[in-house]
């Protein structure tokens, strides 16, 4: 397939593990510099070893955390220069539910599954805007 992807600049938020990881695949194959942003350093190492040979970056931060999505952000444009597209797939299936839940934990839910979305979004933001680049979100 030829996405035209080659040489572009991709974060996958949650990119070392599951779809992310599939999502990282992908875009090796079409010539892209996936960037990882994933909690575990390990883990993100363990998937760009998984690529031998290919251009793929990581960023360890917890997405939870407003702070670290900002310098997530600001690490990748240091290292690679540009953002030409963000892939917003980090999630965690936490077990919040109206059975099983309070507000406490669906506030914690938001934070873990839905607010970095945004934060990923508004400090990329910039970059996207000058790359004429996309965002995709994954729920």
Known sequence: ??????????????????????????????????????????????????????????????????????????DII????RIDGLVNNAGVNDGVNLEHGNYERFMESLHKNLVHYYLMAHYALPELIKSKGWIVNIS
């Open 1 to 74: 397939m030829e996405l035209g992807l080659k040489d572009k600049v991709i974060i996958v938020t949650g990119g070392a593990k599951g779809i992310g990881q599939g999502i990282v695949g992908v875009l090796v194959n079409e010539g892209a510099i996936p960037v990882i942003v994933g909690r575990n350093a390990e883990d993100n190492q363990k998937t760009i070893a998984s690529f031998a040979g290919k251009k793929v970056l990581q960023v360890a931060a917890e997405l939870s955390d407003p702070a670290a999505c900002e310098k997530a952000v600001k």
């Open 78 to 81: 240091a290292e690679a220069g």
